[in-house]
């Protein structure tokens, strides 16, 4: 008997293995019979089979990501463009998703056909703008004069990038569903031109901002000229007003110079009069002047006075 023990021990763990199975919580499970589908398992926990017979196919309840090879797909305003999308989904209905994909690697096939599909349609039926701007973007007024935007229809009613993937997402919904499958959300992960027209982007672009560089320097330039102007004009102002107070100032001691002068001569004129005289020959007579003067001048008068 000890001897069967250990034997029967292992033929129990084998035929339990073969029997009961686990399901954790991120699984679902299919079981099957002779390829057979007989029954679905959602809930979590340990579960019994017929060996042999019946097999057990696990699907994953969590959300799984499906990721496409970046296309190129032509806008409506005629601009080649490289669209990289990206999606969530999940598996919903096992028997179904059983009965038509099989595997998830299949599922990922399927669905390459539906949401490219789809995003090519929704791609080549709106402008480029349209796939890169928000809903609330608000075209400026001056929208024909730009470059990048000379195309836009502005009697055309403008869509944003958010509207276009829920578009996309409720198109590519319609035929996920009869594969077992829910689609939860589709975005675009990168918009770039394609190579042959990313030159030509980009030299636009620099001639566009050197245009906006060139505006900018010469509302500078003008700002300039008016900040030189008012300086000038203030500095002419200035001078104006000192040159006037300097000139009353100087016509103000002059007036008060002559009264002082007429007040002193009224005091005494002749002797006024003889310290003008002496000042000038001051001012006159030098080393190297000579004076021709006639003795019956005034200017000689205090020297003719003086010889007496």
């Known amino acids: 008997m000890k001897r069967l023990i250990l034997p029967l021990v292992i033929l129990a763990l084998l035929a339990g293995q073969s029997v009961f199975f686990v399901v954790n919580e991120a699984e679902q499970a299919l079981v099957t019979e002779f390829g057979k589908p007989v029954g679905k398992i959602r809930n979590a926990g340990l579960h019994f089979k017929i060996p042999v017979m019946q097999e057990v196919h696990r699907f994953s309840k969590q959300i799984l990501n499906w990721d496409a090879d970046p296309n190129q797909i032509p806008t409506s305003d005629k601009k080649y463009i490289w669209v990289d999308t990206t999606a969530r989904w999940r598996i919903v209905d096992p028997l179904l998703f059983f009965t038509t994909v099989a595997t998830e690697r299949g599922a990922q096939s399927r669905l390459d056909d539906i949401i490219d599909s789809v995003v090519r349609d929704s791609v080549s039926g709106h ?105 000038q004009k203030e500095l002419k102002k200035i001078s104006s007003e000192s040159y006037r107070q300097a000139e009353e100032v100087r016509g103000n001691a002059d007036a008060k110079a002559t009264t002082i002068y007429a007040a002193a001569y009224n005091q005494e004129p002749d002797f006024y009069q003889f310290l003008r005289t002496l000042e000038s020959y001051q001012v006159t007579v030098g080393k190297n002047n000579r004076l021709i003067l006639s003795t019956g001048g005034d200017y000689y008068k205090f020297l003719e006075k003086s010889g007496r």
Do not use: C, H
Request: no cysteine.
């Open 127 to 231: 402008l480029l703008t349209e796939l890169v701007r928000g809903d609330d973007y608000l075209p400026p007024a001056d929208l024909q004069d730009t470059a990048v935007d000379a195309s836009i229809d502005l009697n055309r009613e403008q869509v944003g990038r958010d509207k276009i993937l829920d578009d996309i997402l409720a198109q590519a919904q319609l035929s996920t569903p009869e594969y077992g499958i829910e689609l939860i959300d589709v975005q675009i992960k990168r918009i770039n031109y394609v190579e042959q027209v990313r030159k030509r982007v980009y030299e636009r672009m620099i001639s566009e901002r050197n245009k906006v560089a060139a505006q900018y320097r010469s509302e500078g330039e003008g700002e300039k000229a008016d900040i030189l102007g008012q300086m």
